[in-house]
């Protein structure tokens, strides 16, 4: 591949990771949301919101990690990928995670511009995946809890 078509392959995966250009972003998702929101299960849906964006985060840590490391540790499905019901959530918590998922987006964006890497061979440890394909994982999963969030607030009157 050459390096004019390597960039505008990262260029666009960087953009399709970020939000796509077709979605609300995940950070327009969550921009806004009351404190007094964050926990709570609308009716007839499984999740918080808060629930959809730890997820985000530790499914999206995972995929980086993996995709960084031989050494990456395989969660249990799907006990350590959704996090447990809580009442409320402080604006420490949910800082953090949200600062989380931007600092592993930003982890697999290194990745990506690492010269080093061939973004289309398989992933030695691996059985058959490879950088593009993980960040295409990474968009269409973010891409599908985030419109989760959308949905979530609806429900409970807190979406524009």
Same mark, same amino acid.
């Given at each position: 591949m050459h390096a004019d078509q390597r960039k505008k392959l #990262?260029?666009? $995966?960087?953009d399709l990771v970020k939000g796509g250009n077709a979605h609300v972003t995940l950070e327009e998702a969550l921009s806004g949301i009351p404190a007094d929101q964050r926990a709570v299960t609308p009716a007839n849906l499984p999740y918080s919101i808060w629930q959809l964006v730890e997820h985000i985060r530790i499914a999206q840590k995972d995929i980086v990690d993996f995709s960084i490391s031989k050494d990456y540790q395989? $969660?249990?499905? %799907? =006990?350590? &990928?959704? %996090?447990? %019901?809580? =009442?409320? *959530?402080s604006d420490a918590q949910w800082e953090e995670s949200v600062k989380q998922i931007n600092n592993d987006q930003q982890r697999f964006f290194n990745l990506l511009h690492d010269e080093q890497r061939d973004l289309f061979s398989p992933l030695p440890w691996g059985s058959g995946q490879?950088? *593009?394909?993980?960040?295409? $994982? #990474?968009a269409d999963?973010?891409? &599908?809890h985030t419109a989760e969030i959308i949905v979530a607030r609806r429900l409970l009157g807190i979406w524009k």
């Open positions: #990262i260029n666009e $995966l960087t395989t $969660l249990i499905w %799907p =006990d350590e &990928y959704w %996090p447990q %019901p809580t =009442d409320q *959530v490879n950088i *593009v394909r993980e960040a295409m $994982l #990474i999963h973010n891409s &599908y």
